[in-house]
């Protein structure tokens, strides 16, 4: 199975910061890769696929990079509603399998 | 609106079995392969298992590979988790999701239901 490896685990910002979440592949994975936003008692909602292709209605302060096995998630100016807990999630295999979570906590 | 609602979680005790539903409204049920993802509590987002449009595909983590099987209804637009052998490990919330196409990321969720495993 593909290992996907978050960091950092826990970050502490500020409104307005621009905040910057890695997730590492096991193995390349080309660009088979999406990221997810879930709030508290929420279910996970999908902000970006294919590494940098943003989700219908997502806001554009969000943006995804990479290939290969090094991807990151930018939230250009962070806001009081992106205090939350971010997952990376790889499709080129099965299993399908997600990294550990970045908790984005305020400062 | 696309709709996922789940159903059929609660309290088992190890080794017994449940079975949870996934009702689905407002797409094209019969088109889209759909998953099982779970949550220990305060863990991270484990997936499951995935059913093609058609069932011709079906996968399953190693976790679950032989005690939970996944099913669908087209005619009924529901999907369903039939988990036996419970264990305490098993303890979840259980999302049911779409894929967009099979194999790829998850684009709607439902809003979970708890299986807890305990005696």
């Known amino acids: 199975d593909i290992q996907m490896t978050q960091s950092p685990s826990t970050l502490s910002a500020s409104v307005g910061d621009r905040v910057t979440i890695t997730c590492r592949a096991s193995?390349?994975?080309?660009?088979?890769l999406a990221w997810y936003q879930q709030k508290p008692g929420k279910a996970p909602k999908l902000l970006i696929y294919?590494?940098?292709s943003l989700e219908s209605g997502v806001p554009s302060r969000f943006s995804g990079s990479g290939s290969g096995t090094e991807f990151t998630l930018t939230i250009s100016s962070l806001q009081p509603d992106d205090f939350a807990t971010y997952y990376c999630?790889?499709?080129?295999?099965?299993?399908?399998?997600f990294g550990g979570g970045t908790k984005v906590e305020i400062k | 609106e696309v709709q996922l609602v789940e159903s059929g979680g609660g309290l088992v005790k190890p080794g017994g079995s449940l079975r949870l539903s996934c009702a689905a409204s407002?797409?094209?049920?019969?088109?889209?392969?759909m998953n099982w993802v779970r949550q220990a509590p305060g863990k991270g987002l484990e997936w499951v298992s995935s059913?093609?449009?058609?069932?011709?595909?079906?996968y399953y983590a190693d976790s679950v590979k032989g005690r939970f099987t996944i099913s669908r209804d087209n005619a009924k637009n529901s999907l369903y988790l039939q988990m036996n052998s419970l264990r305490a490990e098993d303890t979840a919330v259980y999302y049911c999701?779409?894929?967009?196409?099979?194999?790829?990321?998850?684009?709607?969720w439902g809003q979970g239901t708890l299986v807890t495993v305990s005696s």
């Open positions: 999701a779409r894929d967009i196409s099979s194999g790829s990321y998850f684009d709607y």
């Open positions: 407002g797409f094209t049920f019969s088109s889209y392969s």
């Open positions: 059913i093609s449009s058609s069932s011709s595909y079906i």
């Open positions: 193995q390349s994975i080309s660009s088979w």
């Open positions: 294919k590494a940098s």
């Open positions: 999630q790889q499709y080129n295999s099965y299993s399908l399998t």
